[in-house]
């Protein structure tokens, strides 16, 4: 096939899942006030101190400006001409077994993939699925309670946890923390809230999808989860959004925190719609996600596959606190046509002894821009600490960018922080060799790829691996060095 | 008064009513986009980690006119020059003095100010797009430069000896400099410039240095960067590099125990199979800072470009690095390589290193890594265990670690003479160098 023919066919594969559901849909009024934040409450039927929160979260968000450093370019957003709030009519409580559930959501939720009754029969995977501002079901809830662990809708948590909610929102991400986790503590409708229980090591994985449906909102979800000590839990995260020309604002806080000799691993396949072929439409991805490994021995691993969003700007990042504490970040980000990534990790180490380790793998084409960003900071105290940091870049095609911002700072003479990059295009000798052993162009180029990112894709967990070589195979197919 | 109201007095007191309209209207031009952007703070991303706050709090003017005697001086006190033929420019406190030594038929030298609007066209424009708001240092230089060396070459000439341009300071009060050199160097040329800074004033000065390189086809430029013991010194150093095709263009900064030293190093290629070589070490102690800034453009297709600075810090030494490789979309074939570096010998020194590449074209190579470290305990043990003494080990170590980068300086004097300032400093005065393998065997023998 032709280099244009093939470059061609990459530009223009299909977003598979940009259809709309017919669903009743209930919406807050456009704009943001206090009204509209106490209203969001009120649905919520939240505690007080709930309301209080958001609107000291609001209040500084007024005094705050979008901030602009980072390498990505979007017309100002009109943050008074979004729905903060939008519900499936049926939806005046949230329904207590599937059987409840309307099935329209049901059917969406299958032709997604996610069918939720057939996990619930499988068993494996506990699931939350959001749909726009609410959680619309949460599998496996029972057996996990048996445990003594908590997997709930955020909002749920908020009810029936108030004082383990009270204790942790916020304290990894405060509302002052920048324009975006502000933006989100006001107004944040739902997301997921994971406990686990000291001692207990999860036996299954906890999974939330997320799905934007209705049009003119933005969905602004928050996750916390704890670890309490000697636990384990691993968490998995995906999302998509229908093909509209208009551009939705998803702004998500998440928050980790890991007791001592706890460890999460937290992994996102994130493929929200990433906007037509001449850039129109698509998803702004800003999202704020960050985990603190409190106690000593703990462990915080990030695994991202990016490969959907219009904008995506986000650093998963670990404030390493606790002694011989572990952080990790494995990335791959792959951007296309006009699509636009800032993406990468901040590594604050803290503790004696604590390690980090960086896999970043960008692989831009198309139009695309993707950028690296990241910071790797020793204090002082932090004695012994090890870093190690490798971003890869790959460019196919020669109208895209690829870009590293690593920021190093070591402060103490006991620390080891190396930092690598490079940046190439699949080389015209490895294509030759793989040609030359029968390999077509085709295979080639998925061959090198997937050895590319085979790094971090070895870090998702079974059933979301499948699915994210199944994305980036989509995603590139045919790509030509 | 704040720096800004300084600068701006004087502005006022010295320049308004001086020299020629085009002048006055280019200083005027650049004196306001240095005024609307202020002193850089923490704030502005490239000088994140550079506190220029303390300005505020000097009271300064220009620097005093000295004569040339005591400069004299200590130019007899740098050994290399004394070893080998040269020509010395000397440009104390900022003013240009009739240079040194005999090579009138193949060198021009003249001052800046007599050059700029020679034929009607400015050649400052070719540098324009270095002159921008995240160095508005550039700015102030433009604004209140007070003289320059401008230099070129007779073209197809190799020279045989190094061009000196040797700063030297002295003030009894606090003192600003800014000099605006032009190198312009024609085709087929071979050059070795090296640049020297001196501090013998009792009271600071500010200097903010600028020189303008350009480099035409087939041309062959070192350029050299001594800066050592600076005390009592805020130096900013810009260099700006054009070059043009089939050029080659090397760079080696050295700055040793610096009070402050911010190096901008711009380079760009506008032609094509241009090589261009950025090298430095640093040394930091009690009370120094460095901040090595490196921008290198590959505007150009089939370019290379490699840079490597190391850095030793110790005390509560802090040193700053920042290299940014651009790679334009048209410029395939672009090799661009870049390392840092540093190792921290004790608990309160600093580093912070930003390795960062831009890169629009797709048929590339390029690489950049940093690392901070300690000395290795395995290699630092092996030496113990042949009978050497823990510090002679490390010092070792040390030398091995920046004698890469030492190599590279192509003149011997000044190699010879900075190697024994780095074995001073590591307190190797006894152990013999041998520049080449045959040395070594006569010294065996």
């Known amino acids: 096939m ?10 223009e594969q299909e977003y598979k899942y940009g259809f709309v559901s017919l669903i009743e849909q209930e919406y807050a009024p456009k704009g943001l006030n206090e009204d509209i934040i106490r209203f969001i409450w009120e649905k919520k039927q939240e505690p007080p101190f709930m309301l209080e929160w958001r609107l000291k979260a609001y209040r500084y968000w007024k005094t705050m400006k979008e901030p602009r450093w980072a390498k990505v370019h979007y017309p100002p957003i009109d943050y008074q001409d979004i729905h903060y709030y939008a519900a499936p009519k049926s939806f005046k409580e949230k329904p207590k077994s599937l059987d409840e559930v ?19 029969r499988l068993a494996g995977v506990a ?9 619309v079901a949460t599998t496996f809830k029972e057996k996990l309670e048996e445990l003594g662990i908590i997997f709930c809708s955020i909002s749920e948590a908020i009810r029936n946890h108030p004082d383990l909610v009270q204790k942790y929102l916020g304290s990894v991400v405060p ?26 090591r999860c036996p299954m994985e906890l999974s939330t999808y997320f799905r934007i449906n209705a049009s003119e909102t933005g969905q602004f979800e928050r996750t916390l989860i704890i670890a309490d000590e000697g636990s384990y839990v691993s968490y998995l995260e995906g999302c998509t959004a229908p093909i509209r020309d208009e551009n939705q604002l998803h702004a998500a806080v998440v928050e980790l925190i890991a007791l001592k000799d706890a460890e999460i691993k937290y992994s996102t396949v994130q493929n929200w719609y990433p906007g037509d072929k001449e850039g129109k439409g698509g998803i702004y991805n800003f999202v704020t996600k960050r985990g603190i490994c409190l106690g000593e021995n703990s462990k915080i691993s990030w695994t991202q596959v990016e490969t959907g969003s219009a904008i995506t700007w986000k650093y998963p990042s670990c404030i390493l606190k606790g002694d011989n504490s572990v952080g990790e970040f494995y990335s791959i980000a792959v951007t296309n046509n006009y699509q636009q990534a800032d993406t990468g990790t901040k590594m604050i180490h803290l503790g004696k002894n604590t390690k980090s380790r960086i896999v970043s793998k960008g692989i831009a084409a198309g139009h695309s821009n993707n950028s690296y960003r990241g910071l790797v900071q020793i204090s002082r105290k932090a004695e012994g600490a090890r870093n190690f940091s490798q971003c890869d870049s790959l460019l196919l095609g020669d109208k895209c960018g690829a870009h590293t911002f690593p920021y190093i ?22 294509l030759f060799y ?31 691996a499948v699915e994210a070589q199944k994305l980036l195979a989509v995603s590139l197919e045919g790509s030509v060095g | 008064m704040n720096f800004i109201e300084r600068v701006n007095k004087i502005f006022d007191d010295r320049f308004l009513n001086n020299g020629s309209s085009y002048l006055l209207d280019l200083r005027k031009r650049n004196l306001d986009k240095f005024n609307k952007i202020g002193l850089p703070t923490l704030k502005h991303e490239e000088w994140k980690y550079t506190n220029l706050a303390f300005l505020n709090d000097l009271d300064f003017n220009l620097l005093p006119f000295i004569s040339s005697t005591e400069a004299v001086n200590a130019l007899k006190n740098i050994n290399f020059l004394n070893e080998t033929e040269c020509i010395v420019i000397p440009i104390l406190n900022g003013v240009v003095e009739k240079h040194l030594g005999n090579f009138e038929d193949l060198i021009t030298i003249a001052k800046f100010q007599e050059k700029i609007d020679e034929d009607g066209s400015n050649r400052l424009n070719l540098f324009n797009h270095f002159f921008e708001a995240s160095n508005p240092f550039s700015y102030l230089n433009l604004a209140l430069f007070n003289d320059g060396v401008y230099l070129s070459v ?102 040793f125990n610096t009070n402050f030293v911010r190096n901008n190093i711009n380079y760009d290629f506008n032609g ?64 661009a390589y870049q390392s840092n570096k540093n190792l921290l010998l004790s608990n309160s020194a600093r580093i912070n290193t930003k390795p960062q590449l831009e890169i629009y074209a797709d048929d590339v190579k390029c690489t950049h890594g940093a690392t901070a470290g300690f000395l290795d305990q395995d290699m630092l043990f092996y030496i113990i265990s042949r009978g050497i003494s823990k510090e002679k080990a490390k010092s070792l170590l040390l030398n091995s670690f920046v004698s890469e980068n030492l190599e590279k300086v192509g003149s011997n004097e000044l190699r010879n003479y900075l190697k024994e300032l780095v074995a001073r400093k590591l307190h190797l005065e006894d152990i013999f160098f041998c520049s080449s393998i045959e040395e070594l065997t006569k010294v065996s023998l």
């Open chain 1, 2 to 11: 032709a280099e244009n023919d093939i470059l061609k066919e990459i530009t």
């Open chain 1, 102 to 120: 309307d099935p329209e959501i049901l059917r969406t939720f299958e032709k997604l993939g996610i069918p939720l009754r057939e996990r619930e």
């Open chain 1, 127 to 135: 699931v939350d699925a959001v749909l726009d501002s609410v959680s």
């Open chain 1, 175 to 200: 509302y002052t923390d920048n324009f975006f986790a502000a933006l989100n503590s006001a107004v944040f409708s739902d997301g997921s809230f994971v406990y686990v229980p000291k001692g207990v």
């Open chain 1, 409 to 430: 700072e070591v402060n103490n003479n006991n620390s080891i922080v190396e930092h690598e990059a490079t940046t190439s295009k699949i080389s015209d000798e490895i």
């Open chain 1, 434 to 464: 793989c040609n030359q052993r029968g390999i077509s162009k085709e295979d080639a180029i998925g061959l090198i790829v997937n050895g590319f990112s085979r790094e971090v894709l070895n870090q998702l967990p079974m059933e979301f």
């Open chain 2, 154 to 255: 007779k073209p197809n000439v190799e020279l045989e000896f190094p061009i000196v341009l040797f700063y030297y300071y002295e003030s009894e009060y606090t003192g600003l400099s800014n000099t605006l050199n032009l190198i312009e160097i024609p085709e087929n040329v071979k050059a070795d410039i090296i640049i020297l800074f001196v501090n013998n004033s009792q009271e600071k000065v500010i200097a903010n240095e600028m020189t303008n390189l350009h480099i035409s086809k087939h041309a062959n430029v070192e350029l050299n960067f001594v800066q050592i013991d600076l005390k009592n010194m805020f130096l900013i150093n810009n260099l700006n590099v054009i070059s043009e095709s089939e050029s080659n263009f090397k760079t080696n900064v050295f700055s």
């Open chain 2, 272 to 335: 094509e199979h241009s090589t261009t070589f950025l090298n430095g070490i640093y040394f930091v102690d009690d009370g120094n800072f460095v901040d090595n800034h490196t921008l290198v453009m590959h505007s150009k297709p089939h370019c290379m470009s490699d840079e490597n600075f190391k850095g030793i810090l110790d005390g509560n030494g802090r040193a700053v690095f920042n290299g940014k490789i651009y790679v334009a979309r048209n410029a395939q074939k672009t090799n």
